[in-house]
């Protein structure tokens, strides 16, 4: 066979990623395998899988009981459309199970195949919801300053991270960004919130669209009482109150979803990622009861919005059992436990060196900040490439994690499986400390 690598280089456009360095030095990692929290490459080099890969591998790599569930969806029913009155039993069910999970009242779901496409598909709904109410004014879309939505049309735009907007320019008009809780600040935060609301009118605003913890952001942990106060700004000024949570949701936060951390129950919720563990794609949005009886009142003929693989029967069957997993093994339990523990870890490894700042997790979402000086924050110089170094320097030692850099920082992020158990969390924190002690060595 030929060699992968000519072959990845010559026919295989990486997403995200860099085209020239993928000429340049060809695909550096080969993956082959996966088992709970490990991936293998073609090497039989094994890593410590520190993202879930994606944010999304909640339940750990190599369930046999998934593959078992999806073989006999694909044999009984491997696809059927889910357009106008067909329907089938694992798209039901999976919708039914969703429900019961979401915060209270919010009851009815809409299927996608992925991040993006849910948030696209929340949005196009709220301002749809406006609508059909004799609102169409209400069109714009505020979200946060370094969040990250996905990239499709919409999520591309309402997206809060400028390099994402390069490529092709903005796919949609009527959306606007406020100032971030980064740093810890509600009141700051929620000034800037009203403000955009107050300079845009807020009869011309449709929704008000935020990750719970800002992932590719740099999993930025928002103070505990900021989402209360931005739900009571929606509620002051009739706004919708959307959460994205791909990343937050089916466990990641020590909680089911996001919000639930801070008592706080959107209008509309999109979700991804963890619903399926990533094992096939599938995605959503689900809705309030309040939202659905006005779209079941007023929404008259025919909502031309739906992807061919809303509902994949495979994709929903194989949630259906993850979920279980999820419930039956006590993995959100797990998630704030482990959470706790890696947090101990983070905390010993700034006590003992110089270059790390802020150092945080809520359940399995975590973030290492580096810094030039802990007590005033302040950054390195972006051409001493200390995360990527440190990134580097992990890879070296078994371990796949995620740099944050863009806006001056130097975030290492970790999401991992949730399956991950004490040992193996004290493995990846000595192989963490290691890797900064060698970076600080490295830049002096
Ligand atoms: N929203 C959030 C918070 C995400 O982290 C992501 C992906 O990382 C997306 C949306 C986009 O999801 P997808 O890549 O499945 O389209």
Known sequence: MENLTELDKRHFIHPTSSIQQQQRDGAKVIMEKGEGIYLTDTNGNVYIDAMSSLWNVNIGHGREELAEVAAQQLKKLAFSSAFSTFSHEPAIKLAEKIA???????????????????????????????????????????????????????????????????MAGH???????????YGGNTEKAIASLRQVIEEEGPENIAAIL???????????IPPADYFKEVRKLCDEYEILFIADEIITGFGRTGKMFGMEN??????MMTFAKGVTS???????????DHIHNVLKEKSKG?????????GHPTAAALALKNIEIIEQENLIENSR??????????????????????????????????????????RFAPDLNVAPRVIEALHERGVICRPVTFGGTDIICFAPPIVIDNKQVNTLVEKLYDSVLSVQKQIG
């Not at 935020?210 to 930025?220: F, K, N, R, T, Y």
């Not at 025919?302 to 809303?310: A, E, N, Q």
């Open 337 to 378: 436990e482990m959470g706790e523990k890696l947090l101990e870890g983070f905390q010993k490894i700034k006590e003992n060196l110089e270059i790390v700042g802020d150092v945080r997790t809520i359940g399995l979402l975590g973030a290492v900040e580096l810094v030039q000086n802990p007590a005033t924050n302040k």
């Open 210 to 220: 935020a990750e719970p913890v800002q992932g590719a952001g740099g999993v930025l």
């Open 302 to 310: 025919t909502l031309f919005h739906g992807f061919t693989y809303s």
């Open 100 to 166: 019961s999970i979401s915060p209270a009242g919010l009851n009815a779901v809409f299927f996608t195949s992925g991040g993006s496409e849910s948030n696209d598909s929340a949005i196009k709904l709220v301002r749809h919801y406006w609508k059909i109410q004799g609102k169409q004014d209400r069109r714009k879309i505020i979200a946060l300053k370094r969040g990250y939505h996905g990239v499709a049309a919409a999520s591309t735009s309402v997206t809060g991270i400028p390099e994402f907007w390069g």
């Open 171 to 181: 796919m949609m008009t009527d959306f606007t960004h406020a100032e971030t809780p």
């Open 262 to 267: 801070w008592g706080v129950t959107p209008d």
């Open 278 to 288: 990533g094992y096939i794609p599938l995605g959503g949005v689900v809705v309030s």
